[in-house]
């Protein structure tokens, strides 16, 4: 089958072995894939995987042994748990140590033309919510995941900082909840998408002081994200936290303490939560799709993937299935 | 009147006047003081603060314009907010930008014969409370503010690291409150204090994977102690911060972010809760006591509580009241 596949270099082959999958495992055609900060960080050499990358998915089943999952239109969540160690036993799967994750560690991924995830790890996609539309599930997921961890009272301000695509996706999510928000960046068309969607807006640099919130959802993904929410947030507030910096760098949590501010950290949500919204057209997640290319064209698409503007670009597989 | 007065230099003087009160504030002839490390801090000139020191303190109160509190034994609340801005109309007074704060932030401390403070930051001392347990009232606070966020649930498991006075009354508050606990620690003469109250203890180097628990409170002081408990915090745990570290220090926080974990900040806290303990004979906070010095020895008092040895270091200042 055509796949892309990491080995330290990113390489588009056409004869890669098609995935086995066992018994309580389905294969999936993929239709749509996603390219998410992840896999260009995994590009980077960062996260030390090696394999055929990708989990932002839609597909069609192709194989189960769950006949009612065969011929669906399915996503699927991307973390695949051992079930038997302590963390599962108490409904932790999502952090069970020994879990691969669909092509971020120890499992092939989404950009090929197959990949095999656990039956029970798969969601339908109602009839409503189109092939474009259901390839931000795992992304909008995590954005749901900020809002329910976010647990907003009556009359708190919420800020997300950050206008990429997940910060945007955030706050599709608190506005569809009908939170009034205010969404700060750096990219005057990014926040023009969630002005349209009825977001307060704010360039920065600014006074962080003068954008004080109850509530700061940091999506910035840059290491001066933190300093700055801990300078918005009110004291006795909370910071809900999207940003993976692995590297160590310069940080004095001393505001926390004085200030008495929560930081939540934040990271996979709940598939169901994102689907209903993308059924009830509650989030508009078509204008965020920059561009979509051909497997083949991978190095091309990263590279855009990987542009400051750029906000998601997909791998269309459809129609490419070749057995 | 006598005082210990910090201008750079810490000074004792026999002849500084002596505080006014205004109209809804108290005098109080203090009878005991604790040196804390935010006093330490202060003398090694991190807090910009001039004036006399010291923020724990027992006394009793000399003139007010409330008469109930005449004559009584009192310890007080430390921040005095301005009661008008947006975050005292909120109830965070604690946090106002406008407060005082005794002996820390525009207004004169503890560490003399008199002082002053509003009458509502005062708390009558119940009478089976001895001056040296009321002493502790306001660090107890601050242990009991680490229990109240830590909002344990049935079954949790919960660690305290450090075992420097703050980290042993923290534990003091979990056992008090039913709670098994883990104390962590480098010293065995303080960890022994901890584990006659009925603690389990361990003494670091360990590997923190093996000591995991479900909620850590960092009681370390040092900037190592995040990065620890985020190792030991089992995910979806929550780590309690009560180390202030205000030089920025190398620190990834990716972990938080990939496992999920609510760091809480935590300050100050209910001064009822700590007397209810210190009433009820729940906390034993006699055994915390290194030594006993009078003002004029300040000198000699705080460098034995800057040593690593020591506990808590009171200014015995009763019987010296010259007026």
């Known amino acids: 089958m055509r796949a892309l596949f990491f080995d330290g270099k990113l390489k588009f082959t056409a004869e890669h072995p098609r995935p086995e999958r066992s018994d309580q495992e389905a294969c999936v055609a993929v239709s749509l894939a996603g390219i998410c900060a992840t896999d260009i960080e995994i590009v980077k050499g960062y996260m030390g995987f090696r394999g055929i990358l990708g989990h932002e998915f839609v597909g069609k089943v192709l194989e189960s042994g769950r006949s009612e999952l065969v011929g669906k239109r399915v996503v699927g969540e991307i973390n695949c748990p051992c079930g038997s160690c302590e963390l599962c036993r108490r409904g932790l799967g999502n952090h069970c140590p020994e879990r691969s994750v669909l092509g971020i560690k120890n499992r092939d991924g989404a950009f090929a033309e197959y990949l095999v995830l656990p039956d029970k790890n798969l969601h339908l996609v ?65 926040l023009a998408i969630a002005h349209g969607w009825g977001a307060r807006t704010e360039l920065i640099p600014g006074d962080p002081r003068d954008l004080r919130a109850d509530i700061v959802v940091d999506a910035t993904g840059s290491a001066s994200g933190l300093a700055y929410a801990m300078e918005m947030v009110r004291p006795g507030g909370r910071i809900v936290m999207k940003t993976t910096i692995a590297a160590p760098h310069a940080l004095s949590l001393a505001p926390l303490v004085v200030n008495e501010i929560t930081l939540i950290g934040s990271r996979c949500g709940s598939f169901d939560h994102a689907l209903a919204l993308l059924a009830g057209k509650r989030v508009g997640v078509g204008a965020l799709i920059s561009a979509e290319y051909p497997l083949e064209r991978a190095e091309e698409a990263f590279k855009r993937a990987g542009s400051g503007g750029a906000l998601k670009v997909l791998f269309d597989i459809s129609g490419h299935h070749t057995g």
Do not use: Y
């Not at 931000?136 to 009556?154: D, G, V």
């Open 126 to 190: 109602p009839d409503t919510v189109s092939d474009r539309d259901a390839v931000f599930s795992e992304l909008l997921a995590a954005a749901c995941r900020a809002f329910e961890q976010a647990n907003i009272r009556e009359g708190e301000q919420v800020a997300v900082l950050g206008d990429g695509r997940l910060g945007l996706l955030i706050a599709a999510v608190f506005i569809a909840h009908g939170v009034e928000i205010t969404v700060i960046g750096k990219h005057g068309e990014k």
